[in-house]
């Protein structure tokens, strides 16, 4: 069984849950931006949690099936069409062989999920099969899609059609993205009032976006004056080089903002001033350029509750489309 | 807000515990770079991993601090930062200590033809258009000609003090006396290209670029041995598709053209291996006397 890829969209990556392990080598964790669409993917296809699927950037790819078999599109809003012919997302569908699955233009989101029963099969790197391309490391061959591959797809399994996921339980892309943050890390470098300006701002996301991070424009931040420590260099948003966790927010030069996600670099010299909570990096992951985006300050344990609520959320999903097969 | 939060509000006095979202523990043991802060780094990141804390994913070196990923199902953050303090308030000597570690020979082409081109190239992003990168730096840290500022690069190891940005760049902070410690700006604006293998130096540290990329620090050399490779296949990385560890000790040494195409040969069939010598690294010895330690370091790895 193997998908044929006929034209690979904008970016098209394989993706699961990624790594675990390698940061300290600077090895970014990769896998898929928005979990919750992920995970819908794989349950509507009756996959086990942690097969791999296709992550889909702005512009759908299209894409011929070798043999029978079923598949599911989630996350970014968009008209999926089997065939020329439109079909529900966020629900499991079964492919003859030949059939062609396409897509129209992005409504909202950014990032659309295709699972295929069976899962895509290519070679697990460092334990996962999701895509580092900035290295070349991990998927299929290291990189984005490309016209005429041949994605080998798991072979044991023949998934369940006719799933779906209650409408009610679609996330909704539209409108301006929230963006709840820890406060912390070097977030005293910078002046209490330009720290709460930032909380307030309507931030724009900058072409400059991928999965890497983040850039945003629409605001100033004003560091507190010093001399510079050793080593740390003399720009003043300058620290000695440090550990970046996934979701951090630096400011180079104090105009633009960048949040680290899924293949962020791992450490560098700009000083950060909080972290993306876990449960908001997809939501962080479904902006595109253009797209208004708030940072909202929480404390560790709205954190700790907010990943409760994520988990809670897709336990609830798993259980309809188990209800509803 | 900020008082809300309990989020600091002015420099932190002591090392800096915070958190990084819920997956994330930041450690800033100072803001300033040191020998000794990173040594303290070392010692209490070694110390962390042999613990083996329930929740803990993963332990990354820095600099001046370390960072730590954590499962928040598994242990409540809050719970691990006194952890993490505890650790801290057992350890005080970071000198006396013993870091078993692995001295190793990493040969550098300087002013080879493939980064003088890089940085031609970008003449326009950097301070001195009118310099080289190399006689910029020999320049600004006072030395008479390249060759003396060579010479300096290739007189003592440096530590690996830190590995990352992207996949195994070792950060290496060279172990001599403070007054002798080079330091460079990074580019005014960062570079687009980078050629893989590119010997560099930024702020006070020098590294190697893994691979083709962007990049910010001024190009001195070019290294004929990989420090990544994925597939794995040559011996230095049968255990990993990193060569550089934390805490490495990288005597960086001077070649000519002719050794650099022989050792190419030998990556490119696969014969390649480092040179290298586990030791153990006692600092108190080096802050004692630290030429003669640094040349009984460079004597058991290349001998007398």
Avoid at chain 1, 122 to 128: A, H, Q, T
Avoid at chain 1, 249 to 257: A, F, L
Avoid at chain 1, 274 to 282: C, E, H, P, R, V
Wanted: net charge negative.
């Amino acid at each position: 069984m193997a998908l044929e890829i006929l034209r690979p969209g904008l970016m098209t990556t394989v993706q699961d849950e990624g790594r675990t392990q390698g940061y300290a080598l600077g090895m970014p964790p990769s896998g898929a931006m928005d979990r919750f669409s992920y995970h819908v993917a794989n349950a509507l296809v009756g996959n086990p949690s942690g097969a791999a699927v296709l992550e889909c950037t702005y512009l759908g790819p299209e894409i011929g099936f070798s043999q029978a078999t079923t598949f599911a599109v989630t996350g970014a809003d968009l008209p999926v069409h089997l065939n020329g012919k439109e079909i529900q997302p966020w629900a499991s569908h079964r492919a003859e062989a030949g059939d062609v699955l396409g897509f129209g233009f992005l409504r909202s989101g950014a990032r659309a999920y295709i699972a295929v029963a069976g899962g895509i099969d290519v070679e697990p790197v460092m334990g996962s099969r999701s895509t580092y391309t900035l290295c070349g490391m991990g998927g299929f061959q290291g990189r984005a899609l490309r016209a005429g591959d041949l994605l080998p797809v798991g072979a044991d399994a023949t998934g369940t059609p006719g799933r779906s996921l209650p409408a009610a339980l679609v996330p909704d892309f539209a409108g301006p993205a929230e963006l709840r943050v820890v406060v912390g890390l070097a977030s005293y470098r910078v002046t209490p009032d330009s720290l709460a300006a930032f909380f307030e701002t309507e931030w724009q996301v900058t072409p400059d976006a991928n999965r890497v991070g983040y850039r945003y424009r629409g605001g100033l931040v004003e560091w507190v004056p010093r001399t510079q420590p050793r080593g740390a260099g003399s720009d003043p948003a300058n620290v000695v080089d440090i550990g970046y966790p996934i979701g951090s927010i630096q400011i180079p030069g104090g105009t633009e903002p960048i949040a680290l996600l899924n293949d962020a670099v791992t450490g560098g010299g700009y000083a950060t001033i909080g972290t993306i909570i876990s449960s908001d990096i997809q939501v962080a992951g479904q902006t595109k350029t253009g797209d208004v985006t708030r940072f909202c300050p929480v404390s560790i344990d709205a954190a700790l509750g907010a990943r409760q609520e994520a988990r809670a959320r897709l336990a609830k999903a798993r259980e309809a489309i188990e209800a509803r097969s | 807000m900020t008082a809300r939060l309990g989020v600091l509000t002015e420099p932190p006095r002591g090392t800096h515990y915070t958190f990084g979202g819920d997956e994330w523990i930041v450690v800033q043991l100072s803001e300033a770079m040191s020998l000794d802060v990173n040594l303290k780094a070392q010692v209490l990141t070694r110390a962390l991993a042999e613990k083996a804390l329930p929740g803990i994913v993963e332990i990354c070196l820095s600099n001046a601090s370390y960072m730590v990923r954590i499962d928040p199902d598994v242990v409540r953050p809050t719970v691990l930062v006194e952890q993490l303090r505890e650790l801290e308030a057992a350890h005080s000597d970071f000198r006396s200590i013993t870091l078993r570690t692995r001295i190793v020979d990493v040969p550098v082409l300087f002013e080879d033809e493939w980064t003088a081109a890089t940085v031609q190239r970008f003449r326009d992003r950097h301070q001195r258009p009118d310099l080289t990168d190399l006689e910029f730096a020999a320049e600004l840290n006072g030395y008479g000609s390249t060759d003396e500022f060579i010479d300096a690069m290739v007189s003592a190891p440096a530590l690996v003090s830190m590995i990352g940005f992207v996949p195994t760049v070792p950060w290496g902070y060279q172990l001599v006396p403070e007054e002798r410690q080079i330091e460079v700006p990074k580019y005014v604006r960062p570079r687009t290209f980078t050629p893989e293998r590119a010997f560099a130096w930024g702020g006070a540290f020098s590294a190697i670029y893994p691979v083709d990329g962007a990049g910010g620090y001024q190009l001195f050399g070019m290294c004929p041995a990989p420090i990544v490779q994925p597939e794995q296949s040559l011996h230095d990385f049968r255990e990993s598709f990193s060569f550089p560890r934390p805490g490495d000790l990288f005597n960086y040494r001077r070649i000519e053209r002719e050794e650099f195409d022989e050792i190419r040969a030998r990556v490119t069939e696969g014969s390649f291996r480092y040179r290298l010598a586990e030791l153990d690294f006692t600092p108190a010895e080096w802050f004692a006397r630290p030429d003669e330690t640094v040349a009984a370091m460079q004597e058991l790895l290349y001998g007398a």
